[in-house]
């Protein structure tokens, strides 16, 4: 029933830029956010966001990435520019949302793959 789906990997060239999306069924989330495992790393946060538009960061893509959310269509966007090889992996949106009891749930989209080439 909840559901969250990305769009918006891609290849693409060592400088260059992309924009993912996530488009998140008619659930009220909280906190979303955009994580990410590259290949033989562990799965780490790239950015996260409040419902009030709050934005952290990872250190590695603080001034290169943006996120925004729209809560009025449940969207969440990550806006890369000055990618990196370093930047490759598998992107995933989440987003905490709270259940019939009131304890908070975390989702998670199936995943979009980005690959920088240098």
């Known amino acids: 029933q909840v559901q969250l789906v990305e769009s918006g990997g891609g290849l693409v060239q060592a400088g260059g830029s992309l924009r993912l999306s996530c488009a998140a069924s008619?659930?009220?989330?909280?906190?979303m956010g955009w994580y990410r495992q590259a290949p033989g790393k562990q799965r780490e946060m790239v950015a996260r966001i409040s419902r009030g538009g709050r934005a952290n960061y990872a250190d590695s893509v603080k001034d290169r990435f943006t996120i925004s959310r729209d809560n009025a269509r449940n969207t969440v966007d990550l806006q890369m520019t000055d990618l990196k090889s370093d930047d490759t992996g598998l992107y995933y949106c989440?987003?905490?949302?709270?259940?019939?009891?009131?304890?908070?749930?975390?989702?998670w989209g199936q995943g979009t793959q980005v690959t920088v080439s240098s």
């Open positions: 989440n987003g905490r949302a709270p259940t019939t009891t009131g304890v908070e749930r975390t989702y």
């Open positions: 008619d659930t009220f989330f909280n906190d």
